[in-house]
């Protein structure tokens, strides 16, 4: 049984959700999926305290959701993130939980687990704006360390009430979401996902940083955290 964490940007149970469910279609009797709604599953907007980079995520005011989520995230094997577009972007719930992220993204202490992981984005609009909304997301986890993130866009032009869909379109897009669900239906999990030449460099230059400022503090909670990894040293993230 594989684990698959799904973050929903929303929870109205419009098309996206649809898509979504379509997508897990092919791991209902394989898989322990657990899905998070925003805002519920995360109510409240990041402040800008900074104590999850400078004092530990531990004391963000929000752990009691965020720890939680995180430890799902940390134990998938698969990510999915779902948002609708709101004006070219993700939506503000997906945009808040994203932010409660920043000390996983690698210039501060990166998931070693996340650099093996594979994502995949759902994301639909009228008109344009679902490329726009995806790469806000694909932003935050390329920086978490994921290479291998695939993204589905649903351009909608009459409606986007699945039920007022024309068939034509509603099986159109449900050709499409089981061909990508197929691709990761038959992925070998037990093998961790490359990483490629882009996250790699991030994390070189990243390290170069992190050198330096352990030199100068090593009291510095980010350079303690990637000295402890070995990161400094002739360790890596992925294998």
Request: aromatic share 12%; hydrophobic share 40%.
């Amino acid at each position: 049984m594989i684990n698959i964490t799904v973050i929903n940007g929303t929870e109205k149970h419009g098309v996206t959700y649809r898509l979504k469910e379509i997508f897990l279609t092919a791991f209902r009797n394989n898989a322990n999926i657990t899905e998070y709604y925003l805002p519920k599953d995360c109510p409240n907007f990041c402040n800008g305290c900074v104590n999850c980079m400078t004092k530990g995520e531990n004391t963000c005011k929000d752990e009691r959701y965020i720890g939680k989520i995180e430890k799902s995230l940390l134990e998938a094997d698969l990510i999915v993130m779902t948002s609708p577009a709101y004006v070219f972007h993700t939506t503000g719930a997906m945009k808040a939980f994203l932010d409660h992220f920043a000390y996983r993204w690698m210039p501060h202490r990166p998931a070693p687990e996340m650099f093996g992981k594979r994502a995949v984005i759902i994301t639909q609009c009228l008109g344009a704006g679902a490329k726009s909304a995806a790469k806000d997301i694909k932003h935050s986890l390329s920086w978490w360390g994921i290479s291998k993130i695939e993204i589905f866009t649903g351009a909608l032009m009459g409606d986007i009430v699945w039920e007022r869909l024309s068939k034509k379109k509603r099986a159109e897009l449900t050709k499409k979401v089981k061909k990508l669900s197929w691709k990761f239906a038959q992925t070998d999990y037990t093998k961790p996902a490359y990483t490629n030449l882009i996250i790699k460099i991030r994390f070189f230059v990243c390290r170069l940083m992190q050198q330096t400022l352990h030199k100068n503090d090593p009291e510095y909670l980010d350079g303690k955290y990637w000295a402890a990894q070995g990161w400094l040293g002739r360790t890596r993230p992925w294998k």
